[in-house]
């Protein structure tokens, strides 16, 4: 059997992870980016989900371990902004974040559908607060998430892009009713809307196709 290559698979532990440690603190009531931004110490939180998911996935964790050597280094990353902003972020190619009981799956439900804001690097970190703190505050739609500055293999550009997720796309009130909102956060440009379907599909903007169902 051949040996999983270490850096994906510290790749792979990671990702897994950082969703871990996001539902457990979500689940106490508690937001990663809100204790990072308030300079709370979650270190007891963080070594508790670890722990479990060290039970969990043993060969998981030793890969965790294996590249950044304990849980400290894990926690200090974490403070410096790793999954709280998209330009601190180099472990993970997108930081994802539910509007408050929405599930975690129900952006791939073939229903669903996003608006998609693409941002220059040196304002996606405002633009994603916006956006994040909208969300939270069940003002948008049932998730969003926006692309980090680890190097994405398929990115066209260096812009960086926010998805704004809807539970229906064939909701048309409700895809508008959140495309105000974003109006209302300083999202004044026009805008595309992408089905889930087009996307399960591969399908992707090129010269002289659209994809988006919706603009506004």
């Known amino acids: 059997m ?13 990702g897994i992870f950082e969703h871990l440690l996001n ?25 508790a989900i670890f722990a479990r998911f060290a039970e969990e996935y043993p060969q ?27 330009t601190k972020t180099t472990q993970m190619y997108w930081i994802v974040l539910d509007a408050p009981g929405s599930a975690p799956e129900a952006i ?8 998609l804001i693409f941002q220059e690097p040196d304002v996606v ?11 939270v505050g069940l003002d948008l739609g049932i998730s969003a998430k926006v692309s980090t500055a680890k190097p994405n293999p398929d990115s066209r550009d260096n812009r960086k892009v926010i998805y704004v997720y809807t539970k229906d796309w064939a909701d048309e009130a409700d895809v508008m009713r959140v495309r105000e909102k974003l109006r209302e956060l300083g999202f004044v440009d026009r805008i595309g ?20 169902y919706y603009t506004s």
């Open 60 to 86: 998981l964790a030793e890969a965790m371990l294996t590249r950044f050597s304990d849980i400290d280094t894990i926690y200090r990353m974490l403070c410096e902004g790793e999954g709280v902003l998209p």
């Open 108 to 115: 791939e439900d073939e229903n669903a559908g996003k608006w």
């Open 23 to 47: 539902r457990g603190l979500q689940g106490q009531g508690k937001y990663l980016f809100t204790l990072v931004e308030g300079g709370i110490d979650f270190r007891v939180e963080l070594t």
């Open 2 to 14: 051949t040996e999983a290559d270490p850096e994906a698979l510290a790749d792979v532990a990671y």
């Open 125 to 135: 970190d405002a633009a994603w607060k916006k956006v994040r703190d909208a969300t």
């Open 193 to 212: 809307y992408k089905r889930n379907i087009e996307t399960f599909a591969g399908e992707y903007a090129k010269k002289g196709k659209r994809v988006t």
